[in-house]
């Protein structure tokens, strides 16, 4: 799952973009000042932060600034409420990812962080175009999956959950958080589609790949 640092101190809006961020399915940490978002974006925890510009304490440009000036490499949207192009352009140049203006609508900001997460995910070269964990190796460029030197064809959506497993190998994730990263809003929380495809990739690619975590959700041994 991927960690997202968000620093707004209005409340509403920090509400707002956490709960949407967490219905599909990412890690979210609120922030309200400019001090612990710079903290937190250099403790190597998360995978974007998303920053207000105003923020009481600090300019958000400048924890922008401070943090490129200190090497950090963590991609950063802005948010500004400043919608004119000095801003926009003053942010990018500060070394902010993307930016987005005040008053959004959330698909806008969620469209955004998807990009930045998938660039950051991208694979820089071919060794990491494969997954493997064990016996158990998955090719995300050609979509091939093998187990041992046997080839196993995995329908799109079984991919996908195979895909997120092997990213956090040991790592317990619940059924929501799975609901929500490989299907998205299609299924409600309740349905126990999670279960029932945990149930093919078991049989694909082996019974004890996957255990149960009794209460909790699903993880892949390691
Ligand atoms: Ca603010």
Do not use: C
Request: charged share 25%; no cysteine; proline share 3%.
């Amino acid at each position: 799952m991927s960690r997202l640092l968000i620093a707004e101190d209005e409340s509403r809006i920090a509400a707002f973009i956490e709960k949407g961020l967490k219905a599909n399915g990412l890690l979210t940490t609120v922030v309200t000042n400019a001090h612990e978002a710079m903290l937190l974006a250099q403790s190597g925890e998360f995978d974007l932060l998303i920053l207000d510009l105003g923020l009481p304490d600090q300019d958000g440009l400048t924890v922008l600034e401070t943090l490129r000036g200190q090497g950090e490499r963590l991609p950063i949207i802005v948010l500004t409420a400043r919608d004119d192009i000095h801003a926009k352009v003053a942010g990018l140049e500060g070394g902010a990812d993307d930016y987005v203006t005040k008053p959004f609508r959330f698909e806008e900001l969620l469209a955004r962080v998807r990009v930045q997460l998938r660039n950051r995910q991208a694979p820089s070269s071919k060794e990491d175009m494969v997954l493997t964990i064990g016996k158990v190796s998955l090719n995300l460029r050609t979509r091939e999956v093998q187990v041992g030197n046997r080839p196993i064809e995995l329908s799109a959506r079984e991919f996908i959950l195979a895909e997120t497993f092997l990213r956090y190998p040991g790592q317990v994730m619940s059924r929501e958080q799975l609901l929500n990263h490989v299907w998205g809003y299609e299924y409600d929380p309740g349905s126990n589609i999670v279960d029932v495809y945990v149930g093919y990739l078991r049989k694909k690619l082996g019974n004890d790949l996957i255990e149960t975590v009794r209460g909790m959700g699903y993880r892949l041994r390691t």
